[in-house]
């Protein structure tokens, strides 16, 4: 089975799919999304949302499991109809029997381009609302939420705590190394820096001889949350999985110490596990333009 995972992973990562792009799911239809995407959402009042709410995403799924189909909104708050930002994104269902509406509550999420898919992640053969949204910032961070509505009662089972994937912290060592601790994960990760040998020399954090300079010995690296999500059926059954990347920066934005790709699968009861973990290690680095910039003065 693992063998079957691979080959897509692998190819989606690398390609940069998963991050820019985007991801076209069968399981999602689009619900006439044309005719209402940009504009003021008409149920804003009835659900209690404010009136400069507009239409960010719309399809259609049976999110509820009554088996028929359900009407998702992804909408947000807007200050013009044309702005590519909106703030304090929800996500509304109206139920296809009833008519009735329902919505999430969804905290302080707020982005640009939202996008919304409906796919099944709980195992229970009923579609699930996953919506990504960029921040706009120059770290290229991505917000995701998950919301189920089963029995037409909402739950947010991944939000800002999942999003943050694998946390990792850690510190320059002697021996131009990283030296750390990640969430989730049981063993110490200790990455390898040296392609960046002349970039930490120049920057004086390390001496010719690879040891830490005075001042710079607790030099925190750190992961940023995902960059990159998206939903997979890694082994076929319906079930999708999300697989991710994330950066480890280190001494600015633009210190890219490695990169984790994840894989992970719900287990019930909001929790997600990483089925997957891998870093890189560079080989051959090319120093990012703020570094050259710090070097030449």
């Known amino acids: 089975m693992k063998n079957k995972w691979m080959k897509p992973v692998t190819f989606l990562l690398l390609a940069g799919v998963v991050g820019a792009a985007g991801l076209t799911v069968g399981n999602t239809k689009v619900a006439h999304a044309d005719s209402e995407k940009g504009k003021l959402f008409a149920a804003a009042a009835q659900v209690g949302l404010e009136k400069n709410t507009y239409v960010i995403d719309k399809k259609s799924a049976d999110v509820n499991g009554d088996q028929v189909e359900d009407i998702v909104y992804l909408v947000g708050e807007k200050e013009k109809a044309e702005d590519i930002y909106a703030s304090h994104m929800n996500l509304v269902v109206q139920d296809g029997k009833s008519k009735a509406y329902v919505k999430t509550n969804i905290k302080d999420l707020g982005g640009y381009e939202g996008e919304l898919t409906l796919v099944d992640f709980t195992g229970d053969k009923v579609a699930d609302a996953f919506v990504k949204?960029?921040?706009?910032?120059?770290?290229?961070?991505?917000?995701?939420?998950?919301?189920?509505?089963?029995?037409?009662?909402?739950?947010?089972i991944f939000g800002e705590e999942e999003n943050e994937g694998i946390r990792y912290e850690g510190k320059f060592v002697d021996g131009f190394k990283v030296e750390g601790k990640g969430s989730k994960l049981e063993k110490p990760l200790t990455i390898d820096v040296s392609a960046n040998k002349d970039v930490y020399?120049?920057?004086k954090l390390y001496d010719q001889a690879g040891k830490i300079q005075k001042g710079n010995e607790e030099t925190t690296v750190y992961s940023y949350p995902f960059g990159a999500l998206a939903p997979i059926d890694m082994d076929g059954n319906g079930t999708f999985e999300l697989v991710g990347e994330q950066r480890i920066?280190?001494?600015?934005?633009?210190?890219?110490?490695?990169?984790?790709?994840?894989?992970?699968?719900?287990?019930?009861?909001?929790?997600?596990?990483?089925?997957?973990?891998?870093y890189s290690t560079f080989l051959v680095k090319h120093p990012g333009e703020a570094i050259n910039t710090m070097i030449q003065k």
């Open 133 to 156: 949204t960029a921040t706009g910032g120059s770290g290229g961070i991505y917000n995701h939420v998950i919301a189920t509505f089963e029995n037409n009662k909402p739950a947010v």
């Open 201 to 203: 020399v120049a920057a």
């Open 249 to 278: 920066v280190g001494i600015n934005n633009t210190d890219t110490v490695s990169h984790i790709n994840s894989v992970w699968g719900y287990q019930g009861e909001g929790k997600w596990n990483p089925w997957e973990v891998e």
